[in-house]
């Protein structure tokens, strides 16, 4: 069975930076982009961005441990919502429709 689980959210100020984890059980990378993706509160959930897989390893990522992360710079407080990673066969994650997801993780940037 293939989980996602996130990690590394929390609150910041404005400017700060910071680094989410996706951990990936149940499969490899092998075969499967992965993606992140972000809903503000009374917002639809967007696309943030996708990691491909590029048939040898996963760019981004700890491929050892299954992890891909996210690293954002220069936060902004727009930039508060709750992060998804994702996960399926090329394609489905830039189309928005990947059939894994995390649960989330909060991330809140403070003015």
């Known amino acids: 069975q293939v989980q996602l689980v996130e990690s590394g959210g929390g609150l910041v100020q404005a400017g700060d930076s910071l680094r989410l984890s996706c951990a990936l059980s149940g499969r490899t990378f092998s075969g499967y982009d992965m993606g992140w993706f972000r809903q503000a509160p009374g917002k639809e959930r967007e696309f943030v961005a996708s990691i491909t897989w590029s048939g040898g390893s996963i760019y981004y990522a700890d491929n050892d441990k299954n992890t891909v992360y996210l690293q954002m710079n220069t936060l902004k407080p727009e930039d508060t919502a709750v992060y998804y990673c994702?996960?399926?066969?090329?394609?489905?994650?830039?189309?928005?429709?990947?059939?894994?997801w995390g649960q989330g993780t909060q991330v809140t940037v403070s003015s």
């Open positions: 994702a996960a399926d066969l090329p394609g489905a994650v830039v189309a928005g429709t990947p059939a894994y």
